[in-house]
């Protein structure tokens, strides 16, 4: 359930998440309020800074997993694991410059092994 009518005079389009969070968009910014007040920003392309913040508002009781289901339509696994990796590593967790887990090598090999033959 959306609380619309919480704090949805705060910003015009506001859509609340909880009874605490919202979240707007504007000018390619998404904007999250928490109590009528700005917490967090992030360029609307931006998934890794959604993925920090959205487990940054379950972690610090502004909503629930499900409100962030529902708010957003996102599968309740992937919030899990976003939240789970949230409360083990952090921040870090999200912004890591390397977060390959070492495959990306094999499929360019892969990859560059399948062009040799077409073209060879």
Not at 33 to 46: C, E, M, S, T, Y
Not at 62 to 67: A, E, T, Y
Not at 68 to 84: L, M
Request: aromatic fraction near 14%; charge should be positive.
């Amino acid at each position: 359930m959306l609380y619309d009518n919480a704090i949805a005079d705060f910003h015009q389009g506001t859509q609340m998440i909880s009874e605490y969070a919202g979240v707007y968009e504007q000018e390619g910014i998404v904007q999250y309020i928490a109590n009528r007040l700005p917490i967090f920003a992030h360029g609307k392309d931006d998934l890794h800074s959604f993925r920090y913040i959205t487990s940054n508002l379950i972690h610090q009781k502004l909503c629930r997993k499900v409100d962030i289901e529902r708010g957003f339509h996102v599968n309740p696994d992937t919030v899990s694991c976003w939240y789970k990796k949230f409360k083990e590593q952090g921040e870090r967790a999200f912004f890591n410059q390397d977060n390959r887990k070492g495959t990306a090598h094999k499929i360019f090999w892969r990859t560059q092994r399948t062009y040799s033959k077409e073209t060879g």
